[in-house]
């Protein structure tokens, strides 16, 4: 299978597969079969390109969009938070566009992911093959909730939700996670934090917390440093529990 890689020339990217021809206003470009990343293309007016590979936040720039996907940093903190990595194994609900199975994945871990609608599951695939992770993200068809029986109990490191039944998911998260596994739910609205938090007590989860994930840009000019006046850089909520 081969990886698309990005051409890069100023605030210009284009995604392409290596062996495709394309072509722009700066003229028509041939990628080899073999190009490499660090490579220098040049289109046939002369004007230069170089090849970058596909990096994390480039998915989520580039990959294909069926919703709002979780920012990068959201992703970070997910993945900070509950340690994902090489050798884990993560149940994750609510795929959508799949940059957080993509981004697990290429911490090492294995991701089961369920996804109800069966277009946005057949995108999400797509994604993980552009993502080069197809092999270790399984995206299902399906509703986590009803096939909780079918999955083997206590398989899973940590459990992951981006989805608006998360309580009810997360209800059964003693019975699927490891011991000291973790569950780590995104929501963009309070009130459903608020039925997660209360879920994960009422299931005796352990060490349950919720911070809003909010960053501020920094503006430098000739006048001085401060915070940007732009609109405040809230995303969501995120809350995090252990299985103990």
Request: proline share 6%.
């Amino acid at each position: 299978m081969t990886v698309p890689v990005l051409l890069v020339r100023d605030d210009r990217e284009y995604l392409v597969e290596p062996g495709e021809e394309m072509g722009t206003d700066l003229g028509v470009l041939e990628v080899p079969d073999d190009v490499e990343p660090g490579a220098t293309l040049e289109t046939h007016l002369g004007n230069e390109f170089q090849v970058r590979r596909l990096r994390g936040p480039d998915l989520f720039h580039h990959f294909e969009r069926t919703g709002a996907p979780m920012v990068p940093r959201d992703i970070g903190l997910v993945i900070g938070e509950t340690g994902i990595s090489r050798g884990d194994r993560v149940l994750d609900t609510g795929t959508g566009t799949g940059v957080l199975s993509a981004l697990m994945a290429r911490a090492g871990a294995s991701v089961v992911s369920y996804e109800r609608d069966p277009e946005f599951a057949d995108v999400a695939r797509e994604n993980m093959k552009l993502g080069g992770v197809a092999d270790a993200v399984d995206v299902r068809t399906g509703d986590l909730t009803e096939e909780v029986d079918s999955l083997e109990p206590s398989s899973f490191d940590v459990l992951t939700l981006d989805t608006g039944d998360a309580p009810s998911v997360v209800a059964h998260a003693p019975e699927l996670l490891v011991d000291g596994g973790y569950v780590a739910v995104y929501s963009p609205f309070i009130e459903s934090t608020r039925e997660v938090v209360e879920t994960a007590r009422e299931v005796d989860l352990s060490n349950v917390w919720t911070r809003e994930t909010i960053q501020r840009e920094m503006q430098f000019d000739d006048r001085g440093t401060r915070p940007s006046t732009a609109p405040v850089g809230h995303t969501g909520y995120l809350t995090i529990a252990r299985n103990e």
